[in-house]
């Protein structure tokens, strides 16, 4: 049980794909230059809601709505827009993250992963295998160019257990992704 939770932190860590170094929380921003009583121009910025098509997406929220559609028990909120469950009556953990600044072409896969692109619902997609362990699997969904969500499965028994389990999650939560 213990590997599968690392294996599937390692995988949501490698699929994050982020290589900024600057710190902080990204967030999309609109400048507005001002003149200020001294003669000197001063900028200010302020976060840009309309471009975060994420904002209001709740990984749990939506594990929680298809649970007993696709078998899923053991809900848990896992970080900042993630969200993990237990498959079925198997041992195989599933994670469903958002990644609001980052697309389908950014995901980083592990030395021995494959990438296959298909569709899901109306929304591009991408399957990794193998992204961290040879038993793990990963389905993202675009949903913008920029955006995107993951659904990462890590099986003890095989990775064709857990490709199954990525999809089908990945198919059940689609209808809600903004398009």
């Known amino acids: 049980m213990t590997r599968s939770i690392l294996t599937i932190a390692a995988a949501a860590l490698l699929l994050a794909g982020c290589t900024s170094k600057e710190p902080g929380d990204p967030t999309a921003r609109s400048t507005a230059t001002t003149t200020a009583a001294s003669g000197q121009s001063t900028t200010t910025s302020k976060p840009s809601s309309g471009d975060n098509l994420l904002a209001d997406y709740d990984p749990c929220d939506e594990l929680n709505a298809i649970a007993s559609q696709v078998s899923l028990t053991e809900i848990e909120e896992d970080g900042r827009q993630e969200c993990k469950a237990r498959w079925g009556q198997t041992t195989t953990v599933v994670r469903v993250?958002?990644?609001?600044?980052?697309?389908?072409?950014?995901?980083?896969?592990?030395?021995?992963?494959?990438?296959?692109?298909?569709?899901?619902?109306?929304?591009?997609?991408?399957?990794?295998?193998?992204?961290?362990?040879?038993?793990?699997?990963?389905?993202?969904?675009?949903?913008?160019?920029?955006?995107?969500?993951?659904?990462?499965?890590?099986?003890?028994?095989?990775?064709?257990?857990?490709?199954?389990?990525?999809?089908?999650?990945?198919?059940?939560?689609?209808?809600?992704?903004?398009?």
């Open 97 to 179: 993250k958002a990644f609001p600044e980052l697309g389908i072409g950014e995901i980083v896969g592990g030395a021995n992963s494959k990438f296959t692109d298909l569709s899901i619902g109306s929304h591009k997609a991408r399957k990794v295998t193998a992204p961290s362990s040879s038993t793990s699997c990963a389905v993202t969904v675009e949903v913008s160019a920029k955006s995107r969500v993951d659904v990462v499965a890590s099986a003890t028994s095989s990775q064709d257990e857990a490709c199954d389990a990525a999809q089908k999650v990945a198919t059940a939560i689609e209808p809600k992704l903004p398009k």
